[in-house]
């Protein structure tokens, strides 16, 4: 029996967006659920913005005050995609209204908010699934089975990367991103979460990393109206850049593998170029988002000149088999959407979590406020 869940967004810029397509493609993708989400109520202070969505996406009602949605005995489960610093205020406060959460990384600035909106899910015994979408690409999925069947022996070391353009144009908006009390700690926040949730799904604990980070843009134009996005502000008020443009971090796992996850948003001619090389005693296995639907594996005895092949992901793999039949067709960035809303339906209708948790979050923050303090005090650090 299928039964209706309210659904509200707070915060309608692209994120919400995202959130709000993936909900309506539930039912195409995953006929089984035994929740069909209902589109209750969305939220954001930009004037206009909300009835917008409402008449685009056919929400129920809008408004510009996320306390309404918290206060709405309509809204049963709600996306939090608003801006970073946000996301504790949010997160807590809907979890305490009893409302399930399904919330963008980093959930947050510090892991002290991560830790209390976990916290205040854990109290409310509602359910939370956080945004770490790339691990969520079924060819990730199966070079997580791949390693963990000791398909390339040993684990030796890993190489992730998150290299991004986004912010490289001098003209880009000083918006919330840019700003140490609105968007944390830049690019660690933005992209090298999902690069330390990714090192941690396929390899483990991280036991101590140490950092290097820089501000490669200095100064950008403050914004003259409301912004979504990355938009270009040409002309206006100078303001400095307070968060970094650049990480590069040294990592150790508890399995005694090494790693280098390196994070850029400022790079010219690199557009969403994400992946991660893994080695083993006996292989290795390479993956780019960019060529979502392969793996590049290596796995033999012959340890010298061993070749690699590419293998393409299939219907076997993850969910691949809800958005294609047969493989080599190609997923995109949205479908990876549309199995994290899966994940948390399923989350709810079961009462058991499924995909990336507050948990995970957490995980992942402790490891940037740990990069953080390995910059400024020039350290190795301890996660434990």
């Given at each position: 029996m299928v039964?209706?869940?309210?659904?509200?967004?707070?915060?309608?810029?692209?994120?919400?967006?995202?959130?709000?397509?993936?909900y309506?493609?539930?039912?195409?993708?995953?006929?089984?659920l035994?929740?069909?989400p209902?589109?209750?109520a969305?939220a954001?202070?930009?004037p206009?913005?909300?009835e917008?969505?409402?008449g685009?996406?056919?929400?129920a009602?809008?408004?510009?005050?996320w306390?309404?949605?918290?206060?709405?005995?309509?809204?049963?489960?709600?996306?939090?995609?608003?801006?970073?610093?946000?996301?504790r205020?949010?997160?807590?406060?809907?979890?305490?209204a009893?409302?399930h959460?399904w919330i963008?990384?980093?959930?947050?600035?510090?892991?002290?908010?991560a830790?209390?909106?976990?916290?205040?899910v854990?109290?409310?015994?509602v359910?939370?699934?956080v945004?770490?979408?790339y691990r969520n690409?079924?060819a990730?999925?199966?070079a997580?089975?791949l390693?963990?069947?000791?398909?390339?022996?040993?684990v030796?070391?890993v190489?992730?990367?998150l290299?991004?353009?986004y912010?490289?144009?001098?003209?880009g908006?000083?918006?919330?991103?840019y700003?140490r009390e609105r968007?944390?700690n830049g690019?660690?926040g933005?992209?090298?979460?999902h690069?330390?949730?990714l090192?941690?799904y396929?390899?483990?604990?991280i036991?101590?990393?140490?950092?290097?980070?820089a501000?490669?843009?200095p100064?950008?134009?403050?914004?003259?109206?409301?912004?979504?996005?990355?938009?270009?502000?040409?002309?206006g008020?100078?303001g400095?850049v307070?968060?970094?443009?650049?990480?590069?971090c040294?990592?150790?796992?508890?399995?005694?593998?090494?790693?280098?996850?390196e994070?850029?948003?400022?790079?010219?001619?690199?557009?969403?170029n994400?992946?991660?090389?893994?080695?083993g005693t006996?292989?290795?296995?390479?993956?780019?988002?960019?060529r979502?639907?392969?793996l590049?594996v290596s796995?033999g005895?012959?340890?010298?000149?061993q070749?690699?092949s590419?293998v393409?992901?299939?219907?076997?793999?993850?969910?691949?088999?809800?958005?294609?039949?047969?493989?080599?067709?190609?997923?995109?960035?949205?479908?990876l959407?549309?199995?994290?809303?899966?994940?948390?339906?399923r989350s709810?209708?079961?009462?058991?979590?499924?995909g990336?948790?507050?948990?995970d979050a957490?995980a992942?923050?402790?490891?940037l406020?740990?990069m953080?303090?390995?910059?400024?005090?020039?350290?190795?650090?301890?996660?434990a």
């Amino acid at each position: 029996m299928v039964s209706t869940l309210g659904i509200a967004v707070v915060g309608f810029g692209w994120m919400g967006r995202v959130h709000t397509q993936a909900y309506a493609r539930l039912p195409h993708h995953f006929p089984q659920l035994s929740l069909r989400p209902e589109l209750v109520a969305v939220a954001d202070e930009v004037p206009g913005r909300a009835e917008e969505a409402a008449g685009q996406y056919g929400f129920a009602s809008a408004t510009r005050d996320w306390r309404d949605v918290a206060a709405d005995p309509r809204v049963q489960a709600v996306s939090v995609t608003a801006p970073n610093f946000l996301h504790r205020e949010i997160g807590v406060a809907m979890a305490e209204a009893g409302k399930h959460v399904w919330i963008e990384k980093p959930v947050g600035l510090t892991a002290e908010d991560a830790r209390a909106v976990a916290d205040a899910v854990g109290k409310a015994g509602v359910q939370g699934t956080v945004g770490f979408n790339y691990r969520n690409a079924p060819a990730v999925e199966a070079a997580r089975e791949l390693v963990a069947a000791g398909e390339i022996g040993r684990v030796t070391h890993v190489r992730i990367r998150l290299f991004s353009d986004y912010a490289a144009h001098p003209d880009g908006a000083l918006t919330w991103r840019y700003e140490r009390e609105r968007g944390g700690n830049g690019v660690l926040g933005d992209l090298a979460s999902h690069g330390v949730d990714l090192a941690r799904y396929l390899l483990g604990d991280i036991k101590s990393l140490t950092a290097d980070t820089a501000i490669f843009v200095p100064e950008r134009a403050r914004p003259t109206g409301a912004t979504a996005g990355h938009t270009r502000a040409a002309g206006g008020e100078l303001g400095a850049v307070e968060n970094d443009d650049y990480v590069n971090c040294l990592l150790r796992f508890t399995s005694g593998a090494r790693g280098v996850l390196e994070a850029c948003r400022v790079s010219v001619g690199e557009q969403n170029n994400y992946g991660f090389e893994i080695h083993g005693t006996t292989g290795a296995v390479f993956w780019d988002y960019r060529r979502m639907g392969e793996l590049a594996v290596s796995r033999g005895s012959s340890y010298q000149d061993q070749p690699v092949s590419t293998v393409y992901v299939g219907p076997g793999h993850g969910e691949y088999g809800a958005f294609q039949p047969g493989a080599a067709n190609s997923m995109g960035y949205d479908d990876l959407k549309v199995i994290e809303a899966y994940h948390f339906l399923r989350s709810i209708a079961e009462g058991i979590p499924y995909g990336a948790t507050p948990a995970d979050a957490v995980a992942s923050a402790v490891a940037l406020d740990a990069m953080a303090r390995s910059a400024a005090q020039r350290t190795w650090v301890s996660l434990a």
